[in-house]
């Protein structure tokens, strides 16, 4: 794979395939700009080096063509914010005017094109689309680590168009970041795994247990595997489908001694939602009525310890619901624990999704070594699978 920073880009066009897939408010006001600030580096490195930018991304979920709500032209004012250079905005990506802007733009220009989801071919991966979305550039930049697992028009099948293709600096961080990850780690080395579902996370960690010492495991994939030890978890999520599968991952971490720690107690509740009873109960007095929604303190004091104590940390999946604050306690603990191991020499690196999401909203994001962009990306790529935008590029 070659690298941006490699490449000769004066009085060239550029197009570049970036992730300005962020969230919106209410106002189309962009409330979360991580994924456009980490374009930056290679967008000031085209335009630094004579060259001009033709920016493409998705945005949202569009389902039937072009919606205001998702138009591209939203992200234009956080963008105008690090980039000085004009920007020009294309109000189609394939359309006559695009390609006439995308023909006559001069070095130190950038032209934001709009969303490639308004076409149902980009997701297809159709050649058709992306050969028209080739005609844009003269180099072809994939800096979409977020996309780079779909094997989508303008996140795989357009590289085949250009002699010329490289990985931007978000991309190259990312792979180079992983790859570290997976295979220089400094022991101890935790991953710690959450979210809802165990069959999200079985192949990973099937992959991870031949390379960590220590497995966390909260959330409410939790339940599925304290079933697995035989505890009672009254009205939990769990998957019945998956118990046998959890109970012989908790087998295999022992043959290969990695030690795997599920929740002592948990936060329950008789309902789903914030208004209902909740209190602190443990495994062995888990009330039959009632669902685990976040880890106890005795669990996170477990935690913490293997934490402080860790070189190497992963950590991908919330502890809890941590979207309802009676429940983020066990998530935003944890997120305050890593930023602190980070501070003591830890290397910590939050997988994306809703942990980048539980790391922002305990305000540690810049207290940890590495904040993903991709959540699905990442785990695929943790799992071993190949990415179509990285094999792409090679």
């Known amino acids: 794979m070659k690298y941006l920073k490699n490449a000769s880009v004066k009085d060239q066009r550029v197009l570049i395939r970036v992730d300005f897939n962020v969230p919106l408010n209410g106002e189309y006001e962009v409330t979360d700009d991580r994924r456009i600030r980490e374009a930056i580096p290679s967008i000031r490195y085209v335009l630094d080096n004579g060259g001009a930018v033709i920016l493409m991304s998705h945005l949202g979920r569009p389902k039937k063509g072009p919606e205001d709500k998702f138009s591209l032209k939203h992200t234009l004012p956080t963008l105008k914010k690090y980039i000085s250079s ?19 733009l001069q070095a130190g220009q950038v032209l934001l094109l ?32 977020g996309t780079a697992h779909r094997a989508h028009a303008s996140t795989a099948t357009i590289a085949q168009f250009f002699e010329e293709k490289y990985a931007g600096f978000l991309l190259e961080k990312e792979v180079s970041t992983v790859e570290n990850i997976l295979n220089n780690a400094e022991r101890p080395f935790t991953a710690i795994m959450g979210g809802a579902k165990v ?20 959330g409410g994939m ?14 939990s999520l769990l998957e019945k489908d998956k118990i ?59 935690f913490f310890d293997v934490i402080m104590d860790s070189k190497t940390i992963l950590w991908n999946g ?9 429940f983020a306690t066990g998530t935003e603990a944890v997120a305050q624990a890593i930023a602190e191991a980070t501070k003591t020499g830890a290397f910590t690196l939050i997988g994306g999704g809703d942990s980048a999401a539980a790391v922002k909203k305990s305000k540690v994001e810049d207290q940890v070594s590495y904040v993903s962009t991709g959540g699905g990306a990442l785990l695929e790529y943790l799992e071993g699978k190949t990415l179509p935008g990285v094999a792409a590029l090679s």
Do not use: W
């Open 318 to 326: 919330p502890m809890g619901v941590f979207e309802m604050d009676k």
């Open 244 to 302: 046998a599968m959890a109970a012989s991952l908790i087998k295999l971490a022992r043959r290969k001694d990695v030690i795997i720690l599920t929740p002592i107690d948990s936060v329950v509740s008789d309902v789903f939602g914030e208004d209902g009873k909740s209190f602190i109960a443990r495994n062995e007095d888990f009330p039959p009525d009632m669902m685990g929604l976040d880890i106890g303190p005795a669990t996170f004091r477990a």
């Open 199 to 218: 069959s999200d996370k079985i192949a990973i960690i099937e992959k991870l247990l031949d390379k960590i010492d220590y497995l966390l495991i909260g």
């Open 222 to 235: 939790a339940y599925t595997f304290l079933r697995a030890k035989g505890y009672q978890i009254g009205t």
């Open 114 to 145: 709009e969303n490639l989801r308004f076409h149902k071919e980009e997701k297809k991966g159709d050649v058709e689309f992306a050969q028209k979305l080739s005609k844009h550039g003269d180099i072809y930049v994939n800096d979409a680590f």
């Open 86 to 104: 004009e920007i020009l905005f294309a109000e189609d990506c394939i359309g006559d005017a695009a390609f006439e802007a995308s023909q006559s």
